[in-house]
C-alpha cells in the first residue's frame, strides 16, 4: 500500500493541472519513502496524457542514520529500510509504466545522472535531461537541499515547478533568494510544502 510521510499533497496537484504538457516529460522525486509524493505526481501527470514521460525517484533507503534538519546534532534513523523499499518499489513499478527507481543518495544521483535519461521512441533511442517536475523531500537541511537546487535548477524546463518540503525548518531566505535568482517565484505556500514555479 502506498502511503505519505507528509502532507498537502493536494498542492502538488493542483500546480501540476496548471503546466502546459505537450512533449517529452520527466519528473523526479528526491525521498521516495512510501511512495505517495511520486504517486501523485505521476498521477497527475497522466491526467495530462504525454506520449512520453518518464519519473524518476531517489532513495538510498538502507536504515541510514543522517542529519534530517538543520541542528547539528539531529542525526536520526527514521526506519526507511529495505523491506519499506521493496514494499513501495514493487507496488509503484506493477502500477506505473512510467516510474524508474535509483538506489542511491542524491549526490551520487547527482554524480551520475546529470547528463538525462534514456527515452525509447518510434524504435529510437534518445537522452532527455530536462525537468517538468522536481519533488524534494529527502534531507532536510538547508546544505542539502542548496546542492538539490544547483543540480536541478539548471536543467528545469522553462516552465517547471519545484517542490520543498518542511520547508519551515529551513533557512528559507537563502533558498528563496536562490530560486528567485534564476526565474522562479513562490506559485503556493502551505504549512509544510512551498511551490516554486518558473515561468520563462
Known amino acids: 500500500m502506498i502511503k505519505g510521510d507528509s502532507e498537502e499533497y493536494s498542492l502538488i496537484v493542483q500546480q501540476i493541472k496548471k503546466l502546459k504538457i505537450d512533449r517529452a ?4 522525486e528526491v525521498g521516495l519513502r512510501e511512495g505517495l509524493g511520486s504517486k501523485t505526481i505521476m498521477d497527475a501527470i497522466r491526467e495530462h496524457n ?5 519519473h524518476i525517484a531517489i532513495d538510498p533507503y538502507g536504515n541510514l542514520a543522517y542529519q534530517h534538519y538543520d541542528e547539528p546534532d539531529n542525526i536520526i534513523n527514521a526506519g526507511y529500510d529495505d523491506e519499506m523499499m521493496q514494499r513501495t518499489v514493487t507496488e509503484l513499478y506493477k502500477n506505473y509504466k512510467e516510474f524508474n527507481f535509483f538506489n542511491m ?3 551520487y544521483y547527482f554524480k551520475t545522472m546529470g547528463e538525462g535519461h534514456q527515452f525509447c521512441y518510434q524504435s529510437n533511442l534518445m537522452i532527455y535531461g530536462l525537468y517538468k517536475v522536481v519533488h524534494l523531500d529527502g534531507p532536510h537541511t538547508t546544505p542539502a537541499v542548496i546542492d538539490e537546487l544547483v543540480f536541478f535548477i539548471p536543467r528545469m524546463e522553462n516552465e ?7 520547508y519551515q525548518l529551513l533557512s528559507l531566505g537563502i533558498v528563496d533568494m536562490l530560486l528567485k535568482t534564476y526565474n522562479f517565484n513562490v506559485a503556493e505556500k502551505g504549512d509544510s510544502k512551498i511551490i516554486y514555479k518558473k515561468e520563462i
Open 25 to 28: 516529460t520527466l519528473t523526479c
Open 160 to 166: 517547471s515547478i519545484i517542490i520543498i518540503d518542511d
Open 50 to 54: 504525454p506520449k512520453l514521460y518518464k
Open 105 to 107: 543518495t542524491d549526490d
